[in-house]
């Protein structure tokens, strides 16, 4: 409540507004990077949705109407977030990209004007809020990227800094809560995001034990017994929540970790996304040039790399006053400073060595990913000054203390005005619909993902021919292969995303049932009476359970008649995943009630 009573808050959150004006004109931003991705994203999700499936793992017209295992590789939460949106607010798939834009941008002013009002005060809480909203390569991100994901994934890093810092400082049940719920979130809005940040997580919350084991008076002395349970003491309450938060995301995570071998992994990190191809050059990290082209190999890349001259500035200000000054912020001004450092060396040819030889850095795919980390820095540095300008008080002041934050949120503002921009342009063929989907996919070679089986990656289908012409899809057997088989005669009953059932005739042994559907870990196969539905056999199928060139099934039967049903279920990681989830949602709950007890007894001694 105190968030809502501060003036401070609400101003930071209607200075959103330059940054959210250009979703609201008219039209859809068509040409950015991922905003047809965004809008099939969320068609996709819904036609699952629709079937009762919250949280989806197939997606089942990527591929040309093969299907692919996206969600189950690709974390869910900017497209749970979007169809959200677009089924509560009754909007249309383009607005509905475009209101999870403003939504992300929004949360990143709260989350950081929280995370830095809890180290700084209001004053600095409203610049950093602003700044971290006008920071270039966010604008980059929701404008010319449109990565709904990363968008998302950015807004909330500041919150899971500010649980963590909260966690060592006032260890109890509801700061363990705020730590688990958050740092469950990045990982559930973006893989990438989650990889790149926890190691700065980490030492974050290293310096932050540092800092509080030095400010404790009469401290034991280092290295002993007792200066050791001091340190796991404060350790003991965001470590608990860290892991609760994994355990929270254990559903997607652990699934994501164990099962994204069975897909294509040339498609994701081969030709086009070498990294080497990629890196960008110092002078890019200062110019100040803007375009909406996609990253190109040399020094002309059409996409901005720019740091931003106002914020860069006061970044360096922020050395200043950490050179000429010490106190309680000293420690985490130094950490921000050598993160800022260390990100923008990461995204430049100089980390080659590093890309090549330090295990996960190159997970990141692009080296510019990296600026998501110098975003966060620069947001964090941009009120430091204020320390000096304030006299390092926190406490609120009269209007005449509110005039310097509000110029350099203005200044920080205007030096970004020249990006407030999107490109909106008319729809491309099909638009947002399936046939839009089919066209998108063979015109970009883009959401074609193929599983491990697959020697080709598929150009077309039968199915995206349905597509085009308006058909829905009824069977996804493969009829042309069935008619051509004189022993075997099949019939579909029923069809969903992730199952279907047909009743087969099998005039000879060793037949088989060929489906237009992509083989992946989970597809299953029941054997069942025709009469009375009975189960006769069951069993998962696998690699073999194949036909070339596109991995697609095909499933054995016996000879007879049979009914035949295949569906895409769980499999053991998963059912791991989820058990562990809902056990950890248990311990969240059990958590929060003795909190909210503890709380309760607290105020009763009181009176």
């Known amino acids: 409540m105190r968030t809502l009573r501060s003036p401070s808050f609400w101003t930071a959150m209607l200075l959103t507004i330059f940054a959210i004006a250009p979703f609201l004109k008219p039209g859809y931003f068509w040409a950015a990077h991922d905003a047809r991705h965004d809008v099939y994203f969320i068609l996709q999700y819904n036609i699952t949705w629709n079937e009762g499936i919250l949280f989806p793992r197939w997606s089942p017209d990527w591929a040309f109407g093969y299907g692919y295992p996206?969600?189950?590789?690709?974390?869910?939460?900017?497209?749970?977030l979007g169809t959200l949106l677009y089924r509560t607010l009754h909007l249309s798939l383009e607005n509905a990209v475009k209101a999870t834009f403003i939504v992300t941008l929004l949360i990143s002013a709260w989350a950081m004007w929280l995370f830095v009002r809890d180290w700084l005060g209001e004053r600095a809480a409203l610049v950093a809020a602003v700044a971290y909203v006008y920071v270039p390569y966010h604008l980059v991100d929701v404008y010319v990227r449109a990565a709904m994901a990363e968008s998302l994934a950015l807004a909330l890093l500041p919150l899971s800094l500010w649980a963590v810092r909260r966690a060592v400082r006032h260890p109890g049940a509801i700061n363990i809560l705020w730590v688990a719920l958050s740092y469950a979130a990045i990982h559930l809005s973006s893989n990438l995001v989650a990889l790149l940040f926890t190691p700065v997580l980490g030492l974050y919350l290293l310096a932050l034990l540092c800092q509080r084991y030095f400010s404790v008076e009469q401290r034991p002395r280092l290295l002993s017994f007792a200066s050791l349970r001091l340190c796991v003491r404060y350790l003991l309450a965001p470590a608990a929540g860290l892991a609760l938060g994994v355990a929270l995301a254990a559903f997607f995570i652990l699934p994501a970790l164990a099962e994204?071998?069975?897909?294509?992994?040339?498609?994701?990190?081969?030709?086009?996304?070498?990294?080497?191809?990629?890196?960008?050059?110092?002078?890019?990290?200062?110019?100040?040039?803007?375009?909406?082209?996609?990253?190109?190999?040399?020094?002309?890349?059409?996409?901005?790399?720019?740091?931003?001259?106002?914020?860069?500035?006061?970044?360096?200000?922020?050395?200043?006053v950490w050179w000429r000054r010490s106190g309680e912020h000293r420690g985490e001004i130094g950490f921000w400073l050598l993160i800022l450092l260390g990100s923008a060396w990461l995204t430049t040819g100089a980390s080659t060595l590093a890309w090549d030889h330090v295990p996960m850095v190159n997970m990141a795919q692009f080296p510019w990913r990296y600026l998501t980390l110098a975003a966060l820095s620069l947001a964090i540095l941009a009120p430091v000054i204020l320390i000096v300008i304030d006299g390092g008080s926190e406490e609120m002041g009269g209007a005449r203390s509110w005039l310097v934050p509000l110029i350099l949120a203005g200044?920080?503002?205007?030096?970004?005005?020249?990006?407030?921009?999107?490109?909106?342009?008319?729809?491309?063929?099909?638009?947002?619909?399936?046939?839009?989907?089919?066209?998108?996919?063979?015109?970009?070679d883009e959401m074609t993902g193929m599983t491990a089986t697959a020697r080709e990656i598929a150009a077309w289908s039968p199915l995206a021919d349905l597509h085009i012409a308006g058909v829905p899809i009824t069977s996804q057997v493969d009829y042309g292969l069935v008619q051509a088989n004189p022993d075997l005669a099949v019939d579909a009953r029923a069809h969903s995303v992730t199952s279907e059932t047909v009743r087969v005739w099998a005039d000879a042994p060793g037949q088989r049932v060929p489906f237009y559907r992509q083989w992946y870990p989970g597809w299953t196969a029941t054997i069942m009476d025709p009469d009375t539905g009975r189960t006769i056999q069951r069993f998962?199928?696998?690699?073999?359970?194949?036909?070339?060139?596109?991995?697609?099934?095909?499933?054995?039967?016996p000879q007879g008649d049979s009914l035949l049903r295949i569906?895409?279920?769980?499999?053991?990681?998963?059912?791991?995943?989820?058990?562990?989830?809902?056990?950890?949602?248990?311990?969240?709950?059990?958590c929060l009630g003795w909190g909210a007890s503890q709380n309760l007894r607290g105020k009763q001694k009181k009176r």
């Open 70 to 80: 996206f969600f189950n590789i690709y974390a869910p939460g900017g497209a749970f």
């Open 260 to 320: 994204n071998k069975f897909v294509n992994q040339e498609q994701w990190y081969g030709g086009y996304y070498d990294f080497h191809e990629h890196f960008v050059y110092f002078a890019q990290l200062f110019d100040p040039r803007w375009g909406y082209g996609i990253s190109t190999p040399g020094p002309n890349d059409p996409l901005s790399y720019q740091l931003g001259l106002a914020l860069f500035a006061l970044a360096a200000l922020a050395l200043w």
């Open 411 to 444: 200044l920080i503002i205007f030096a970004s005005s020249r990006y407030l921009n999107i490109q909106t342009i008319d729809p491309p063929p099909g638009g947002a619909t399936l046939a839009g989907l089919m066209e998108f996919e063979r015109s970009s």
């Open 540 to 557: 998962a199928l696998t690699p073999e359970d194949t036909r070339p060139p596109y991995g697609l099934l095909d499933v054995p039967v």
């Open 567 to 590: 569906s895409f279920e769980d499999t053991p990681v998963r059912k791991v995943g989820k058990a562990i989830s809902l056990f950890t949602i248990a311990v969240l709950v059990i």
